[in-house]
């Protein structure tokens, strides 16, 4: 609708005053929260991830789009009820363990957020324990692994096998990313997916959940 | 463990030859080798093992990226036992040339875990840490402690040129190019948000460092025995650059251009080895920048029988052996990869095999000897 096309257009070029201002007047305007993120931040970070992946955009312009999404949802979030909170599943997302790098992860989570999903990121390094811990306290139905190396991925099945063989979470969704993956890798190790980058990570959460 | 070829009792390396094969005006019947950097993990058991040397680790004494060097006397002599460990091991592994790179002090944030790499023990990986930088704003960039060239930045380029076999020549470079500097110390995130939060800082920051570098090669092109600069600045990840193209064209490239500059002036070659999906900068980097070479090239991302076919007359091409594969085949499904990769490469010169990208701690040694060996048959 063309009243939420002016904060869609704020997330898009990446402008958080704009995106907050905006949000504020819609909300005084009595209109309902839930609304304000689904009919307006949500399509602007769906314009961004459509545009990431076609590398029509790139990542700092994908930080400042995030930036003026949280700008944004720091007005809407204590407005939000518990019903609105839940219409999309939580998803845990984490590092896996001997690996630092957080980038390609965090692109994941604000794209997911962007998406509507309710994100815990766990850091980087987490061991699998952690994994399977986090699983179990909040019944998360996926989990998305993220590494840089070679020799870190392999973390990535330890965590898979405790996963899968544990009945409390072999239900659970994992999948995988990060820059030496690959769909054949992902397939070796058992994931439920695998994502080239972090806008398709969150095509793939969809077809998943 | 396979027997190779390897190591070479009695090498003949021409690097007059290499730098000939690789402007095109020798087509050989088999390509040399080139190489980046090799892990010390790597390094440690074939000096050990197969030449018979006494492993001499500098790494907590020797500056390798923006660290303090430290040349006390105890330390020139570890450095000089660690050197002649350098020299010969790329002599007897059949290169060419020798690389190794050093850095200015530039002090930045890293942080430590422990490394999951076979071969490794108890080592520590560093990783460059990605949201916070030291220069977050224009106070932090007046206050940042930017060095000044002195002599001793050169000790190990001089060493190395003062022990280099017969035959053997020596490649280098300011180990971390401009935007690899640019992202340790603003941190990955920093240099995003500010290219458009504050491009002045941005760009104040960028021509501080390529003016070191520019200085530094300066100095590097005075050494006698220097073949030539093969430059690193990673611009890509997997699947696009890490900034927009425009921003490396406008900041970066006109860097590259005046080291590029130098180096033609004296007649030696520029390469620059820059990893990830750069193919949307490889005409700025051969028309502008005028490169006479590219390294890293990854299956995945940027094969190099895709590069051979689009640019491979036009400049020489580096390594493409996919390092994810060096890591993981067997040795046996390793070799028939590599003569795939000779037998579409090497045709016509102008290529010189090697890791895609470096031999990181976590490629076999069996495999690293089995990339040589099938290169030298």
């Not at chain 1, 949280?70 to 839940?86: F, Q, R, Y």
């Not at chain 2, 020139?76 to 007897?92: G, M, P, R, S, V």
């Not at chain 2, 070799?335 to 076999?364: L, T």
Request: charged content about 25%; proline content about 5%.
């Amino acid at each position: 609708m063309a009243k939420y096309q002016n904060l869609a257009d704020a997330i898009i070029r990446g402008d958080n005053i704009a995106s907050k201002e905006i949000t504020q007047k819609l909300l005084d305007s009595n209109i309902y929260p839930v609304e304000v993120l689904n009919e307006g931040l949500m399509p602007g970070m769906d314009v961004v991830g459509r545009k990431f992946k076609a590398n029509e955009m790139y990542i700092p312009e994908v930080l400042i789009a995030a930036r003026a999404m949280h700008a944004a949802m720091e007005v809407i979030k204590p407005l939000l009820s518990k019903s609105d909170t839940n219409t999309k599943s939580k998803v845990i997302i984490g590092t896996v363990q001997g690996d630092l790098h957080d980038i390609g992860k965090n692109l994941v989570g604000m794209m997911l957020e962007g998406a509507g999903f309710t994100v815990i990121d766990l850091g980087v390094d987490v061991p699998p324990e952690k994994f399977a811990e986090e699983i179990k306290k909040n019944g998360v139905k996926l989990i998305g692994l993220s590494a840089l190396l070679t020799t870190t991925m392999t973390s990535m099945k330890t965590v898979i096998d405790a996963v899968k063989s544990d009945k409390e979470t072999s239900s659970v969704k994992v999948i995988v990313g990060g820059a030496p993956l690959t769909q054949e890798y992902a397939d070796s190790i058992g994931a439920d997916g695998y994502a080239p980058d972090a806008s398709s990570a969150v095509d793939l959460v969809k077809s998943l959940l | 463990m396979t027997e190779f070829k390897l190591p070479i009792e009695k090498p003949k390396p021409d690097i007059e030859r290499f730098v000939s094969i690789m402007n095109g005006k020798i087509i050989p019947d088999k390509p040399p080798m080139v190489e980046y950097l090799i892990d010390d993990a790597v390094m440690k058991p074939i000096l050990q093992n197969m030449l018979g040397r006494k492993w001499v680790s500098i790494s907590d004494k020797l500056g390798y990226i923006g660290d303090q060097m430290n040349f006390s006397k105890e330390n020139t002599e570890k450095t000089n036992a660690w050197l002649d460990n350098q020299i010969a091991f790329w002599y007897h592994m059949g290169y060419d040339f020798i690389r190794i790179e050093a850095s200015l002090t530039l002090p930045a944030m890293s942080s430590w875990v422990s490394d999951t790499a076979k071969g490794t023990g108890d080592q520590i990986r560093v990783w460059q840490d990605e949201s916070k930088g030291v220069i977050r704003s224009w106070d932090d960039f007046e206050k940042y402690p930017w060095t000044r060239i002195k002599e001793e930045d050169f000790y190990i380029h001089r060493y190395i040129c003062d022990h280099l076999p017969d035959g053997m020549g020596f490649i280098t470079c300011h180990a971390g190019g401009v935007f690899e500097h640019l992202s340790r110390l603003m941190s990955y995130e920093g240099l995003c948000l500010n290219l458009i939060d504050d491009p002045t800082l941005f760009k104040a920051v960028t021509d501080k460092i390529g003016e070191l570098i520019y200085k530094y090669d300066k100095h590097l092109l005075e050494l006698d025995k220097l073949t030539l600069i093969l430059q690193g600045d990673d611009f890509g990840y997997s699947t696009q650059t890490l900034i927009p193209p425009e921003d490396i064209r406008k900041y970066f490239l006109p860097w590259h251009k005046k080291y590029a500059q130098l180096c033609h002036e004296k007649g030696k070659p520029y390469y620059l080895h820059s990893c990830g999906k750069v193919d949307v900068l490889m005409e700025d980097f051969i028309n502008y920048v005028k490169i006479d070479g590219k390294h890293s090239f990854q299956d995945g991302v940027a094969p190099i029988i895709d590069a051979k076919k689009n640019w491979g007359d036009r400049i020489c091409l580096l390594g493409g052996i996919d390092v994810d594969k060096l890591a993981r085949l067997e040795p046996s499904e390793l070799r028939k990869y590599i003569r795939q990769i000779i037998k579409k490469c090497a045709p016509g010169g102008r290529f010189a095999i090697g890791a895609g990208n470096s031999i990181p701690s976590y490629i076999p040694v069996e495999n690293y000897l089995t990339m040589l060996d099938e290169a030298l048959k």
